[in-house]
């Protein structure tokens, strides 16, 4: 059964940086189109980030783009999301997801990692 | 960018039948994917291509798409079917992936 498991999340202050990420444990990482979605407390779901499963093609949240950086290793099996000049509206629970083969829609989920911004 | 609009909360008695619409300009031009998230959950995808099941998902779950509006039909509704529901699609315009706002289900 594959498995994402985010990390890295915290406590930063605005306009500070962080670096979550997502372990996979599979030996088919390299073949996924992976996805950061976000999930402020008590709100809904936002889509943040896309990369290809061979890391040629990105793709940002307008929210976003221009502050955070979606990147993968392949050959650590891990996903990351670098956040810089973090607002507290960025502040929310990151869940790193998998797009289902050939489709548009996201077929396997981790379990968030939490990030929060405040002084 | 493109709005996905749903209804904040939905509610029906158990065994009747529980519609969730998501309003879109055109959607019935895209594909429309459901997931359900319960409290403390990740979503789990329970429509996906507007009207397809992944296997584990019961029939009582279905779906449409046209014109304006796509539609999750949850039918003989359960107390174990209360939970948050997103619609989604890929706006290829913008190369962006869209969720709706979100509707509450409540078995009441």
């Known amino acids: 059964q594959v498995q994402l498991v985010e990390s890295g999340g915290g406590l930063v202050q605005p306009g500070g940086s962080l670096r979550v990420s997502c372990a996979a444990s599979?030996?088919?990482?390299?073949?996924?189109?992976l996805h950061w979605v976000r999930q402020a407390p008590g709100k809904g779901l936002e889509w943040v980030a896309f990369i290809r499963f061979d890391g040629n093609s990105k793709f940002y949240a307008d929210s976003v783009k221009g502050r955070f950086t979606i990147s993968r290793d392949n050959s650590q099996n891990t996903l990351y999301l670098e956040m810089s000049s973090l607002r507290p509206d960025d502040m929310a629970l990151y869940y790193c997801?998998?797009?289902?083969?050939?489709?548009?829609?996201?077929?396997?989920w981790g379990r968030g990692t939490l990030v929060t911004v405040s002084s | 960018s493109y709005v996905l609009t749903q209804p904040p909360s939905v509610s029906e008695a158990p065994g009747q039948t529980a519609k969730i619409t998501c309003g879109g300009n055109?959607?019935?031009?895209?594909?429309v994917h459901w997931y359900q998230q319960k409290p403390g959950q990740a979503p789990v995808v329970v429509v996906y291509?507007?009207?397809e099941r992944p296997s584990g998902i019961p029939e009582r779950f279905s779906g449409s798409n046209s014109g304006d509006t796509a539609t999750l039909t949850i039918s003989r509704v359960e107390a174990g079917d209360e939970a948050d529901y997103y619609c989604?699609?890929?706006?290829?315009?913008?190369?962006?992936?869209?969720f709706g706002t979100g509707t509450k289900v409540s078995v009441l």
């Open positions: 291509d507007d009207s």
């Open positions: 989604q699609v890929y706006d290829s315009y913008s190369a962006q992936y869209v």
């Open positions: 055109d959607i019935g031009s895209k594909t």
């Open positions: 599979t030996s088919t990482f390299d073949t996924y189109d």
């Open positions: 997801a998998k797009m289902k083969e050939r489709k548009w829609y996201f077929d396997l």
